[in-house]
């Protein structure tokens, strides 16, 4: 992944993470395994589960521990209220950005 | 110290004692190459997070391990895991345990040195306009 891109997802793979887990709990490996499949493919698991961590220690998110066939129990993330109120930002603030950039972007045409 | 701190000093060492031991176990459980990468960013973990905080370091490491061993499990190689950068998710990772680093009073320190001479700039200002 380039360098350009994987300081442009630190500041938003919050918000996308979130986004993705509205109405759609999920565990870490099927987040990475979408994430790639959105083209974010150099994506490290383990950055993933940084976020994880994360976004349950600022209570974003539910936590229910699922055991699993394989390895230790998975841990399912729902998205709960103060995460929707944080996603809601997440979304006000990414438009406002967005069309400062737009903006600059057609400004010089 | 009352004796009821100190006993609970006490358990609480043990507890993570055993918590440290049970982790040790772990790891040797491991897949060799998934091992060796846990290993190796454990050992990076240790000397660059600077945490103090005895619970909050083992919270760390069964944190760290978790990852290793889900990846094992659904076979995820460990390039995948820590990424084409693995210095940079390590420093990623420690910041979920910041609030344990020594460096922790530092910070606190240098934000109270910074906010007292603004407040105290304020203060100035404030005196001025009651002056004019």
Redesign the interface.
């Known amino acids: ?1 380039g360098k350009q891109m ?1 300081e442009m997802l630190k500041g938003t793979l919050e918000g996308i993470v979130l986004a993705f887990l509205t109405g759609n709990p999920a565990y ?2 099927e987040i990475t395994t979408w994430l790639r499949s959105q083209g974010f493919t ?6 993933v ?2 976020l994880l ?2 976004i349950e ?1 600022n209570g974003l998110v539910d936590v229910e521990k699922r055991p ?1 066939e ?3 129990p ?1 841990k399912v993330y729902s998205l709960n209220a103060d995460g929707e109120k944080y996603l809601e930002e997440f979304w006000t603030t990414w438009g406002f950005l967005a069309e400062r950039l737009e903006n600059l972007r057609t400004e010089g045409k | 110290m009352s004796i009821r701190s100190m006993f609970e000093a006490v358990v609480g060492e043990l507890e993570l004692k055993k918590r440290w031991r049970q982790l040790k176990a772990r790891k040797q459980q491991l897949p060799e190459n998934h091992r060796k990468a846990h290993d190796a960013v454990e050992r990076y973990l240790m000397y660059s997070a600077g945490i103090a905080d005895g619970a909050i370091v083992t919270a760390m490491a069964e944190d760290l391990l978790e990852l290793f061993e889900q990846g094992a499990a659904d076979g995820t190689p460990v390039s995948a895991i820590v990424g084409d950068d693995p210095v940079e998710f390590a420093e990623e990772f420690a910041r979920n345990y910041s609030e344990g680093a020594w460096i922790k009073k530092e910070r606190a320190r240098l934000e109270d040195a910074i906010n007292s001479i603004t407040d105290s700039d304020l203060d100035k200002l404030d005196h001025r306009k009651d002056e004019s």
């Open positions: 992944m994987t870490g490996y150099e994506i490290a698991e383990g950055t589960y940084a961590v994360r220690k699993s394989k390895g230790p998975r």
